[in-house]
């Protein structure tokens, strides 16, 4: 199975600021990553797909980048409502696998 | 409005068996690959299992293979995830995931994602 490793497991951070969020895949999975965001009681919520596509209906200060191995999720300001747990997810492999995510607390 | 609702988590007792089912709504369902995913307390997100459109292909993650089956009915619009042999670690919540695929530009391949969740049911597998 590919593993996929995030970094950090938490973060605390404040409104207006800008976060990144790492991602490392076991072996090379090209572009086939995808980020979710995950709020308690709430659906799951895909944000970007193939590692730097926004989904539709998310805000632009979200952004992907990377191939390969390594990628990254990028907030530019943070918002009161980004306050949540990230995964990224290889789609590489037909077994799926998530990270292990990372918690965005307010500072 | 697409929309997934999950069903049937509840107590069971470890050897049990349970059957989750999730409606699907706001789009045609029988188009699309379909997930199940599960999240254990304070844990992460753990893919469970994947049935494709035609219902062809069918995939398992390692710790569900063999216990848990997968299974659509397009005439109901729903999605299935019978359950044997349940274990203290199945405890999780457990989401329906929409797969969708998008080409890749000038290439002949895709991409794939899970772009539409339903809220999940809880299952506790304990005595």
């Known amino acids: 199975d590919i593993q996929m490793t995030q970094s950090p497991s938490s973060l605390s951070a404040s409104v207006g600021d800008r976060v990144t969020i790492t991602c490392r895949a076991s072996q090379s999975i090209a572009s086939y990553l995808n980020w979710y965001q995950l709020k308690p009681g709430k659906a799951p919520k895909l944000l970007i797909y193939a590692a730097s596509s926004l989904q539709s209906g998310v805000p632009s200060r979200f952004s992907g980048s990377g191939s390969g191995t390594d990628f990254t999720l990028t907030i530019s300001s943070l918002q009161p409502e980004d306050f949540a747990t990230y995964y990224c997810q290889q789609s590489y492999s037909t077994l799926y696998t998530f990270g292990q995510g990372t918690k965005l607390e307010i500072k | 409005e697409v929309q997934l609702v999950e069903s049937g988590g509840g107590l069971v007792q470890p050897g049990g068996s349970l059957r989750l089912s999730c409606a699907a709504s706001g789009f045609t369902f029988s188009s699309y690959a379909m997930n199940w995913v599960r999240q254990a307390p304070g844990k992460g997100l753990e893919w469970v299992s994947y049935i494709s459109s035609s219902t062809n292909i069918i995939y398992y993650a390692d710790s569900v293979k063999g216990r848990f089956t997968i299974s659509r009915d397009s005439a109901k619009n729903s999605l299935y995830l019978q359950m044997n042999s349940l274990r203290a670690e199945d405890t999780a919540v457990y989401y329906c995931?929409?797969?969708?695929?998008?080409?890749?530009?000038?290439?002949?391949?895709?991409?794939?994602?899970?772009?539409?969740w339903g809220k999940g049911t809880t299952v506790t597998v304990s005595s």
């Open positions: 995931a929409r797969d969708r695929r998008s080409p890749a530009p000038g290439n002949d391949y895709y991409y794939f994602y899970m772009d539409v």
